[in-house]
Antibody, heavy 122, light 111 residues
Framework: QVQLVQSGAEVKKPGASVTVSCQTS????????INWVRQAAGQGLEWMGW????????GYAQSFQGRVTLTKNTSKSTAYMELSNVKFQDTAVYYC???????????????WGQGTTVIVSS | QSVLTQPPSASGTPGQRVAISCSGN????????VNWFQQFPGAAPQLLLY???RRPSGVPGRFSGSKSGTSASLAISGLQSEDEADYYC????????????FGGGTRLTVL
């Protein structure tokens, strides 16, 4: 079955960088985008960006432009999200989620990773 | 502030029908289909509906969806205690070079 398995929890100091991985299985990695979404405690879902594993093309939310970098390793069917210069308010659960356009060109997201907790603390 | 607008809370008694709205604009819901997700505390969101009203395998028929213009709605009929969760709508927004946008979430309480 389709699975997205994320790396473990991270604790970082302000100003550091954090990288979260998302290892996929059960489908052809290059046929779906990987989106990254975060959720602070008690808050809603916030989209950070996407990567197309086939082309390597990326798109980022304006609020994260310049601080987030999405990459992929096709041979490992794994996507990565690096967030630099982390701040206290970046403390959240980070999710990867699969998505792609359907036959009518509408974008759907479906399977989510289990989430990775990132805590920013001094 | 979320791009899509959902009521923060909804409630119903077992067996009742409950509807949760999701309002957007012409660059998001007006141009694309809507997905709905269910999230239990401490867990990742799970797909409930895609393409406005299509259920993935395993999702009970009690869950249905609709879309009209720039708004969408999730309906749960025959409400059960296990339906108590947070519900989020999501769609693609064609503005700002394209982005995935979410509603702020609706906490459903089964009384």
């Amino acid at each position: 079955q389709v699975q997205l398995v994320q790396s473990g929890a991270e604790v970082k100091k302000p100003g550091a960088s954090v990288t979260v991985s998302c290892q996929t299985s059960g489908y052809n990695f290059t046929t779906y985008d990987i989106n990254w979404v975060r959720q602070a405690a008690g808050q809603g879902l916030e989209w950070m960006g996407w990567i197309n594993p086939n082309s390597g093309n990326t798109g980022y939310a304006q609020s994260f432009q310049g601080r987030v970098t999405l990459t992929k390793n096709t041979s490992k069917s794994t996507a990565y999200m690096e967030l630099s210069n982390v701040k206290f308010q970046d403390t959240a659960v980070y999710y990867c989620v699969r998505g792609r356009r359907d036959s009518l060109n509408y974008y759907n997201v479906d399977v989510w990773g289990q989430g990775t907790t990132v805590i920013v603390s001094s | 502030q979320s791009v899509l607008t959902q009521p923060p809370s909804a409630s119903g008694t077992p067996g009742q029908r409950v509807a949760i709205s999701c309002s957007g604009n012409s660059s998001n819901i007006g141009m694309n289909t809507v997905n709905w997700f269910q999230q239990f505390p401490g867990a990742a969101p799970q797909l409930l509906l895609y393409s406005n009203n299509r259920r993935p395998s395993g999702v009970p028929g009690r869950f249905s969806g609709s879309k009209s213009g720039t708004s969408a709605s999730l309906a749960i009929s025959g409400l059960q205690s296990e339906d108590e969760a947070d519900y989020y709508c999501a769609t693609w927004d064609d503005s700002l070079k394209g982005r995935l946008v979410f509603g702020g979430g609706t906490r459903l309480t089964v009384l």
